[in-house]
């Protein structure tokens, strides 16, 4: 009997030392996969804040809103809506007279494949503390019509598509500031198609179009991005039809 208690003891302490070179290792896993910014100097909860409660009026005015723009899209904007769907900067550039062209400018489009990622990475910190319903999936006396297609899973707030949509924007505005304006206005339109697709509320567009810029700058304050960066913003300028 003392030798199988021992026996066990043995096995919980070797079940204890795996657990801990398991966390260990899964914490020294988890730095590489950023590869610029360090998460704990970038507060995303505190940056984003919390959406509505549900039942409360601000929420309730929110979802008549997404059910009212659904509802009024005409095919051709429920279309263009379709194709923001996919978080990609030739789909965001593909809302905008521009010269680029997929699977062109190389260097550019994993440039912004890579700060993407980031932005994704530093969202679920969000996600994993949040479960907002989406408009499409609330019960009420009216239904949200979805866009046809795949419907994203997962928490409604903050806005994944928004994020990247600010992303590429503050990134893009730093290379092309003179299409400040143009770009500004892409935003509103790729994150209106999330509205119109009965994906998001207006505070997920807002919350996630927060997190974006915030990456977006701090990107550019970190020395190794900056250097990437400024070697691509002559393709960036050709890519955007710019002088």
């Not at 890579?114 to 009420?140: C, D, G, M, Y």
């Amino acid at each position: 009997m003392m030798r199988a208690n021992h026996f066990r003891h043995a096995l919980a302490g070797c079940g204890l030392l795996l657990g801990l070179a398991l966390a260990t290792n899964a914490g020294a896993q988890q730095r590489p996969y950023l590869l610029w910014l360090d998460g704990a100097k970038l507060d995303i909860p505190k940056i984003v804040g919390l959406p509505p409660a549900q039942n409360t009026p601000e929420a309730k005015a929110e979802f008549e809103h997404v059910l009212e723009i659904s509802q009024a899209r005409t095919p051709e904007r429920e279309k263009a809506a379709i194709a923001d769907q996919r978080q990609a900067l030739v789909n965001f550039l593909n809302g905008m007279d521009t010269r680029y062209v997929d699977n062109t400018h190389r260097e550019v489009r994993l440039l912004f494949r890579e700060a993407q990622i980031e932005l994704s990475i530093l969202l679920k910190s969000v996600h994993r503390l949040t479960s907002r319903p989406r408009p499409f999936a609330v019960w009420n006396k009216v239904r949200v019509k979805a866009c046809p297609g795949a419907r994203p899973e997962g928490t409604s707030f903050p806005s994944g598509h928004a994020a990247t949509a600010a992303l590429y924007a503050e990134l893009l505005k730093t290379a092309v500031p003179e299409l400040s304006d143009k770009l500004e206005e892409r935003v509103k339109s790729y994150d209106e198609s999330r509205l119109i697709c009965g994906f998001h509320y207006q505070s997920d567009l807002v919350a996630g179009d927060k997190v974006g810029r915030a990456v977006a700058k701090a990107l550019l304050a970190d020395r190794a991005f900056k250097v990437r960066f400024d070697e691509t913003i002559p393709e960036i300028r050709v890519a955007l039809g710019a002088k």
